[in-house]
């Protein structure tokens, strides 16, 4: 199957700093999308973005399909962006529906 | 729209009895997917449908999960009879038709099996 790698796995930062989280993933994709899971375990969708370049306020994502991997940059880091991100990927297979997940990124914000 | 729905949103059970896990999908989606995440697996694909059809349920553990929908707007997963190592987070979701492929969670059922 797809393998999905995510670093760092851990990050502790100051609040107002900014961050970029790797996602690499080993084959062409249909589908990759960012989660932000928060401290109550709740999965929030970010960004879907098997290609191209995303912004929506202090969060952007790239994803860079030829090359296999996606970014996602938090700007200004506030203690509500505490949590597990997550990267999960859709490999490119006729009827393939298995979304696969990195085993995340464990962002902790400082005030 | 109100999202993906699960319910119910924390259940406690004892080793042996039955639990059924309810979701309602994005209301016009025709994909549901049943997903668990534990520390050791993360996130897993338990089983998921297209129009109410169980298309690929090679993810469920063994005979004692089973999954049903019954309708557009309903799904079940249940496991009987439960067990400790089945204590995990529960996680529904669903998508749209079609080559957007971008799938919506609901909140999850955390689940303790004692």
């Known amino acids: 199957g797809i393998q999905v790698e995510q670093s760092p796995p851990d990050l502790i930062l100051q609040e107002g700093a900014n961050s970029t989280l790797r996602c690499n993933f080993s084959d062409s994709v249909n589908n990759l999308q960012w989660f932000h899971q928060n401290p109550w375990g709740q999965l929030i969708n970010l960004f879907y973005?098997?290609?191209g370049t995303k912004q929506n306020g202090r969060l952007s994502a790239t994803t860079v399909a030829t090359e296999r991997y996606s970014l996602l940059y938090i700007s200004s880091s506030q203690t509500t962006d505490s949590g597990v991100y997550f990267c999960?990927?859709?490999?490119?297979?006729?009827?393939?529906?298995?979304?696969?997940f990195g085993t995340g990124t464990r962002l902790t914000i400082i005030p | 729209d109100a999202g993906v729905i699960q319910s119910p949103r924390h259940e406690v059970t004892e080793m042996g009895q039955e639990v059924t896990l309810r979701c309602k999908p994005i209301s016009g989606h025709d994909y549901l997917f049943w997903y668990r995440q534990t520390m050791m697996r993360g996130l897993e694909l338990l089983i998921y449908?297209?129009?109410?059809?169980?298309?690929?349920d090679s993810g469920m553990p063994e005979d004692r999960f089973s999954a049903k929908m019954p309708n557009a707007s309903f799904s079940t997963l249940k496991i009987q009879p439960s067990e400790p190592r089945d204590s995990a987070v529960y996680f529904c979701?669903?998508?749209?038709?079609?080559?957007?492929?971008?799938?919506?969670f609901g909140p999850g059922t955390r689940l303790t099996v004692t």
């Open positions: 979701a669903s998508r749209a038709g079609g080559r957007t492929y971008e799938q919506y």
């Open positions: 449908f297209n129009n109410n059809v169980p298309i690929d």
């Open positions: 999960a990927v859709l490999r490119a297979n006729f009827g393939n529906e298995k979304l696969t």
């Open positions: 973005i098997p290609s």
